[in-house]
């Protein structure tokens, strides 16, 4: 995980050791992100490439309650964007997926990198709501 500092944000670029992921597992991973812990959508964007134009498609999403059933997703992209408020966190976020690699990009007011790295332990693992969901609010003894 690497963090930076961005304006008013955390930046928390995050490199998992799990294969690459591709379009299907992103739109599924989103809709559990909101099922489990993202409400409040605020954001919902796709676009080609790093850096290049994005597309809202917020309106889209609400319309049909789920990224994996909304139109303009059956096709492919390099990234998908969606933010609102992080239920554990209990800050704003953003969460990025860049298609086709390990890699995540999120931002949140939250600076705390070992909160952070619980987090996305859990988001990755998909183990919300379970017995095994990370103990949040402890820090980790070293």
Do not use: C
């Not at 989103?30 to 490439?49: H, R, T």
């Amino acid at each position: 995980m690497a963090h930076s500092k961005l304006g008013n944000w955390e930046q928390y670029d995050v490199l998992h050791a799990a294969r690459g992921y591709g379009w299907d597992m992103i739109l599924d991973w989103a809709d559990y992100m909101v099922q489990e812990d993202v409400e409040n959508i605020s954001k919902a964007s796709l676009s080609v490439m790093p850096g290049m134009e994005e597309k809202d498609f917020l309106s889209e999403y609400k319309q049909s309650g789920s990224f994996s059933q909304t139109d303009v997703l059956k096709n492919e992209y390099g990234l998908l964007t969606i933010g609102g408020m992080s239920k554990r966190l209990r800050a704003p976020v953003q969460i990025i997926w860049l298609n086709q690699t390990r890699s995540l990009r999120f931002f949140t007011i939250v600076k705390d990198e070992v909160l952070m790295m619980r987090y996305f332990e859990t988001m990755i693992r998909k183990t919300f709501n379970t017995p095994d969901e990370m103990k949040l609010a402890k820090p980790v003894e070293m």
